[in-house]
């Protein structure tokens, strides 16, 4: 079984950052990519970044130029550097990892953590 704790979300202003975190944890032989999803109030849940095992990131255009996800693949974690940060940003932020284990491969989510852009 794999778990995947985000941490990071809260409260934060327009114009300002925040940095999110997702830590992988167990029966881990590798993880082939790392996203971050959003959903927000009434909304379908929405991609907003991904990095695969050799660093390369993508974005949606909405954060193009304002997030940066990285990663620590020895630590099996997954950021995501939120700036410039808008009130539409508000959301549930979810981590998803595509996993292989000994036996299987397969997607995991983290249990999200609430992003809110208010003044």
């Known amino acids: 079984q794999v778990r995947l704790v985000e941490s990071g979300g809260g409260l934060v202003q327009p114009g300002g950052s925040l940095r999110l975190s997702c830590a992988a944890s167990?029966?881990?032989?590798?993880?082939?990519?790392m996203r971050w999803y959003r959903q927000a109030p009434g909304k379908q849940r929405e991609l907003v970044a991904a990095?695969?095992?050799?660093?390369?990131?993508n974005y949606t255009d909405s954060v193009k130029g304002r997030f940066i996800i990285s990663s620590d693949n020895p630590q099996n974690t997954v950021y995501l550097q939120m700036n410039s940060l808008k009130p539409e940003d508000t959301a549930v932020y979810y981590c998803?990892?595509?996993?292989?284990?000994?036996?299987?491969?397969?997607?995991?989510w983290g249990q999200g953590t609430q992003v809110t852009v208010s003044s």
């Open positions: 998803n990892a595509h996993v292989t284990s000994r036996y299987v491969q397969r997607g995991y």
């Open positions: 990095i695969t095992t050799d660093g390369s990131p």
């Open positions: 167990g029966s881990i032989v590798s993880i082939n990519v």
